[in-house]
């Protein structure tokens, strides 16, 4: 059975992808702060700043490293930097979740897979540089999976509305921003299959339509709380701003490609608890 080391699997993407794999796979992870790993064996320990991977990819010895990782840019960097050294001389992939944001300096249209990356932000500059370090690789060691923003119930995301509703507070949205969107439990599915299939190269993994960043919110908020919400207004240019990723070349099979209003239907309880 095949290897696979998740790290960062502890956060919530990277552990929505181990229970996904999991029962499939040889499946590893790292954690770093999250408590409730110390006893479980497919679980190591993983600092950044401290190092120690070597030991963890010599135990483990993965056939698909998947990077997930959160932390200080510098030390990712590093980390990456070290990985990608790895891979060029043994038998193993790595699969890097990156983020819509290597786009975010684009206004008036969304972006495809081989479109010219381009960022205005320090976290859109920062995961161009390591797809630029990965495709270097020969291109069957590498798949780069570009995220929109991702929901789930137990995302940071969804539970900083929830609990700005809880407090009557005031929820910020972008009305000028596009988007697309995607749930943990959708992308899990995705990346299970570009797994299964050893699909290869860039990938795009949102919905396949476009919502303003307000509109979605609203949305949430109407869904899962049956209130209008209260929301601060931003506007961080005068035109429309496209931070959205859709697929041209690479798409997936259209029963794992989701709509926005897939994603809002995961994001629907029948019951919030006051």
Do not use: W
């Not at 910020?172 to 749930?183: A, G, H, K, L, Q």
């Not at 990723?245 to 209003?261: D, F, Q, V």
């Amino acid at each position: 059975m095949k290897s696979i080391l998740i790290l960062g699997g502890s956060g919530f993407i990277g552990n929505c992808l181990y229970k996904e794999l999991a029962p499939y796979y040889n499946t590893f992870a790292t954690y770093n702060t999250a408590k409730g790993y110390k006893k479980n064996h497919h679980f190591f320990y993983f600092n950044l700043e401290e190092g120690g991977l070597e030991t963890i990819l010599k135990e483990v010895k993965p056939k698909l490293i998947i990077s997930s990782l959160r932390g200080e840019f510098n030390a990712q960097l590093e980390t990456h930097d070290f990985l990608i050294k790895l891979i060029k001389k043994s038998d193993c992939r790595i699969l890097f979740l990156s983020s819509s944001n290597v786009f975010d300096s684009f206004e008036h249209y969304p972006s495809y897979e081989y479109d010219k990356t381009f960022s205005e932000s320090i976290f859109g500059r920062f995961k161009i540089k390591i797809e630029n370090q990965l495709m270097r690789l020969t291109p069957s060691k590498y798949i780069i999976a570009r995220l929109p923003m991702i929901f789930g119930l137990n995302a940071p995301r969804t539970i900083e509305i929830d609990q700005a509703i809880k407090y009557n507070k005031a929820i910020e949205v972008f009305p000028n921003s596009i988007i697309n969107v995607n749930s943990d439990i959708r992308l899990s599915q995705q990346i299970h299959y570009l797994i299964n299939h050893k699909k290869t190269g860039l990938f795009h993994l949102g919905s396949t339509d476009l919502i303003s960043h307000f509109d979605f919110i609203k949305n949430i908020v109407e869904r899962r709380h049956h209130t209008p919400g209260i929301f601060k207004h931003i506007f961080s240019s005068n035109t429309i701003r496209y931070i959205a990723t859709l697929p041209k070349e690479n798409r997936l099979p259209s029963h794992i490609l989701p709509s926005y209003l897939d994603v809002l239907d995961d994001l629907s309880l029948k019951q919030i608890k006051k």
